[in-house]
T-cell receptor, first 112, second 113 residues
Framework: DAKTTQPNSMESNEEEPVHLPCNHS???????IHWYRQLPSQGPEYVIH???SNVNNRMASLAIAEDRKSSTLILHRATLRDAAVYYC?????????????FGKGTLLTVNP | NAGVMQNPRHLVRRRGQEARLRCSPM?????VYWYRQLPEEGLKFMVY????????ESGMPKERFSAEFPKEGPSILRIQQVVRGDSAAYFC???????????FGPGTRLTVT
């Protein structure tokens, strides 16, 4: 399975944009890129997903590099409630795209 | 619309006992997934079920673990003869189909003493 690499931690200030990077240099052509986040003592929460084009939803934007070897999750205005561990995940290729494999993720701290 | 519900939220079992974890998917969702999160690790896929069928159990330990999703009622993850290494958070997720968004429950934290 293709792997992802994320920084262990990042810090941001409230109401400022946050760019969370993810490297996935071994991504295959059929792998989707998913982002989930997990607040302390809670289950993961879906944030966004994409394949090739940039994606926007009410929570965030996903910018995917043209060669698809990296992507960036963008939170446009961080709030204290965005403090969480953010996971960048590639869906397994070959039809088992439901099989999410969570790594260590990036711990985002938001300062007031 | 209620989210994914899991109970109990916390479960303490002695070594050798059985643990039963329940998951009620979101209304209208017929696909259920179980994940395990060991201390200091990320979530790992265990099993994928649809009503009355196990679709993929490739992440389940070969012994002592079983899962079901009956026609009526919640999905059950059953762990027989628990050992200390089974202590973990177990998360259930559901989706309306085999799509790209999984909705997770709050988890059951199992402690084996």
């Amino acid at each position: 399975d293709a792997k992802t690499t994320q920084p262990n931690s990042m810090e941001s200030n409230e109401e400022e944009p946050v760019h969370l990077p993810c490297n996935h240099s071994t991504i295959s052509g059929t792998d989707y890129i998913h982002w989930y986040r997990q607040l302390p003592s809670q289950g993961p929460e879906y944030v966004i997903h994409g394949l090739t084009s940039n994606v926007n939803n009410r929570m965030a934007s996903l910018a995917i590099a043209e060669d698809r070897k990296s992507s960036t999750l963008i939170l446009h205005r961080a709030t204290l409630r965005d403090a969480a561990v953010y996971y960048c995940i590639l869906s397994a290729s070959g039809g088992s795209n439901y099989k999410l494999t969570f790594g260590k993720g990036t711990l985002l701290t938001v300062n007031p | 619309n209620a989210g994914v519900m899991q109970n109990p939220r916390h479960l303490v079992r002695r070594r050798g006992q059985e643990a039963r974890l329940r998951c009620s998917p979101m209304k209208g969702h017929s696909h259920v997934y179980w994940y395990r999160q060991l201390p200091e690790e990320g979530l790992k896929f265990m099993v994928y079920l649809q009503k009355e069928n196990i679709i993929d159990e490739s992440g389940m330990p070969k012994e002592r673990f079983s899962a079901e999703f009956p026609k009526e009622g919640p999905s059950i993850l059953r762990i027989q003869q628990v050992v200390r290494g089974d202590s973990a958070a177990y998360f259930c997720a559901s989706s309306p189909g085999n799509i790209y968004e999984q909705y997770f429950g709050p988890g059951t934290r199992l402690t084996v003493t």
